[in-house]
């Protein structure tokens, strides 16, 4: 056999042990939520609303696979609820009429999709009308990792937190009003007014951390019905954004990106290593930051180790 041929033998044969290799890799992740309605803490003090949820949490589960799985969706519309509701996740190619169609309290919704694009992308209820399902609290967010992993372009976090924007209306606003922008009263970030700002809010108990010098990558979704996010790290520059969360998708040194409204993006934020500093993670229109959307970035050495981590990636 002449070289020539020997290295084209061992290319191809490469070439089929790589394929296999990312087919191996690609798996099927069962989720199952259940739709509650249900009166749930819509601020620091404990003021309660009635809300529809997905599993009683807003926003709903977070779900994270990587490209190329096959999310294997299961949703129970529980009998107690009155309304019937749907999912629609963004990350899927599907058909709207077909998996996105509602199911009536007590029915059962199964389909499949593959997870085509890398990403962070919001999943919402679109049974009708959308303004009011979304705006109850219908959302959350599925985080597709891109399969070739982290690289110099995305480079691994110390730390990941998922914060999700929604509008707060007031108890009993009809679909008219939420449509409208009438009886709009707040900004919600994770489901509650003011979550993680202590200094805006006294009822406040908690905040992100982080140590000095690490990079902090947040996972930012807008699931406003209406308004856009413009999203600034008060004291800091995102290093790097990358729009839908795609890695090909990146700037560097942004002080605001806009998100539209169902829709997301990945922040990074380096805070400084030498000392400890304190970061206000704001929608800088001001209407909704001064009604909710800010969230404290604490960085010092004290930092809770289990922030951000593990489990820990939606602060509850
Ligand atoms: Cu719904």
Redesign the pocket.
């Known amino acids: 056999m002449n070289e020539t041929v020997k290295t084209l033998l061992i290319g191809f044969a490469l070439g089929i042990a790589l394929a296999l290799a990312s087919t191996a890799r690609a798996k099927t992740v069962e989720v199952n939520m259940t ?1 509650r309605e249900l009166e749930v803490p819509v601020d620091n003090k404990g003021t309660k609303q009635l809300m ?1 949820t997905y599993d009683g949490t807003i926003p709903g589960p977070l779900v994270r696979v990587t490209e190329g799985d096959v999310v294997d969706f299961t949703m129970l519309n529980h009998e107690d609820n009155k ?4 999912m629609d996740f963004h990350a899927a190619i599907a058909d709207v009429l077909d998996e996105f169609a ?1 199911v009536k309290p007590g029915a059962t919704k199964k389909f499949k999709f593959e997870a085509k694009y890398p990403g962070v992308f919001i999943y919402h ?3 009708s009308s959308m303004a009011e ?1 979304i705006s ?1 609290g ?1 959302y959350g967010v599925i985080i597709v990792d891109p399969k070739e992993g982290y690289s110099d372009a995305f480079p691994k976090p110390d730390r990941e937190y998922v914060l999700v924007q929604g509008d707060l209306f007031s108890e009993g606003a009809s679909v008219d009003q939420r449509l409208d922008g009438e009886s709009w009263v707040g900004s919600l970030i994770n489901g509650k007014v003011f979550h993680y700002d202590p200094v805006h809010d006294a009822n406040a108990s908690l905040s992100l951390q982080a140590k000095p010098g690490e990079r902090v990558r947040f996972y930012y979704v807008n699931a406003n019905i209406n308004d856009p996010v413009a999203l600034h790290p008060i004291a800091g520059i995102w290093d790097r954004v990358y729009d839908h969360g795609n890695p090909h998708n990146v700037s560097q040194g942004v002080q605001t990106f806009a998100i539209p409204p169902a829709s997301g993006a990945i922040f990074d934020l380096v805070p400084p290593g030498d000392r400890a500093t304190n970061n206000a993670i704001v929608d800088h229109a001001m209407t909704r930051a001064l009604r909710g959307a800010i969230s404290v970035l604490m960085t010092n050495d004290a930092a809770d180790p289990k922030l951000g981590r593990g489990d820990k990636l939606i602060v509850r």
């Open positions: 739709v529809w309304n019937s509701h749907s509602e209820c679109g049974a399902h109850r219908m």
